[in-house]
């Protein structure tokens, strides 16, 4: 099946994207012609079990993955096919990543930490909004803490705000609450759902957790590296009902 997102602006998409790791008897297919449309100003939870091929569609859609075959585009470029310094510039400005290990500089401070991919990129942030994403993550007053002076909690809205902060077209997020207890990740999810909700900012995330993806507008569900399921207007009951079923399914198939 393919989930489409009917009259919305495609932030991100999928055509037929297959991708497969290794050789012979350890060959893996782990993408089998996937399509998948993330409309813009919109929160997708891709889930799945173990194996599913969830995070290998998100880092094929993120450009940090090469596909097989198919396309992947993000807006109106299409992102498979770029050279080196071209999928660089891509990432850099129109793509922002939050993963599960926050990935913060210990020796920079909160702002500088949030500013560093604009520092790379030699761009000043635009004032007004740099105070929108300061004001919306709830650090203002924390900004001059280094890491280590900071909790999990703020540490990884400090990772959220370095990826809104460039504006880009799409954010994606690889089980960002993974490594917090369920307050602080309560907290991170709330402000990814603002961020949505009041700024339009564009997220796709990878989560195993039911909670989690209740805070999406849509759930995607893969199993043996294909789309099977979707739900809008998730409720944490409605996912785990969902995963319950696919837990009927295996890892993606030797062959």
């Not at 635009?126 to 300061?134: A, E, K, L």
């Amino acid at each position: 099946m393919t989930p489409t997102t009917t009259g919305e602006a495609i932030a991100a998409r999928a055509d037929e994207v297959w991708k497969v790791y290794g050789s012979g008897e350890a060959r893996v297919v782990a993408l089998r012609g996937v399509s998948a449309s993330f409309g813009q100003g919109r929160f997708t939870a891709i889930m799945g079990p173990s194996g599913s091929g969830k995070s290998t569609l998100m880092h094929c859609l993120a450009g940090l993955d090469t596909v097989d075959r198919g396309s992947v585009h993000i807006g109106g470029t299409q992102v498979s096919g770029l050279g080196d310094k071209a999928l660089t510039r891509l990432r850099r400005d129109r793509v922002g990543f939050i993963f599960q290990q926050f990935n913060l500089l210990p020796t920079l401070s909160a702002a500088e930490n949030i500013r560093l991919p604009l520092d790379i990129a030699g761009r000043k942030p635009d004032p007004q909004w740099w105070d929108v994403v300061i004001d919306t993550v709830g650090l203002r007053d924390r900004l001059s803490h280094r890491p280590s002076q900071l909790s999990g909690g703020q540490q990884q809205r400090v990772a959220c705000a370095r990826a809104l902060v460039a504006r880009p077209d799409v954010i994606f997020a690889d089980e960002p609450t993974g490594n917090l207890d369920s307050r602080s990740g309560a907290e991170v999810l709330s402000f990814l759902r603002a961020s949505v909700r009041e700024h339009r900012q564009t997220i796709v995330m990878v989560t195993h957790d039911p909670v989690a993806a209740s805070y999406a507008d849509r759930v995607v569900f893969l199993a043996d590296g294909e789309i099977v399921d979707e739900l809008h207007d998730p409720t944490a009951e409605t996912v785990l009902d969902t995963m319950k079923r696919l837990d009927t399914y295996g890892e993606p198939v030797m062959i």
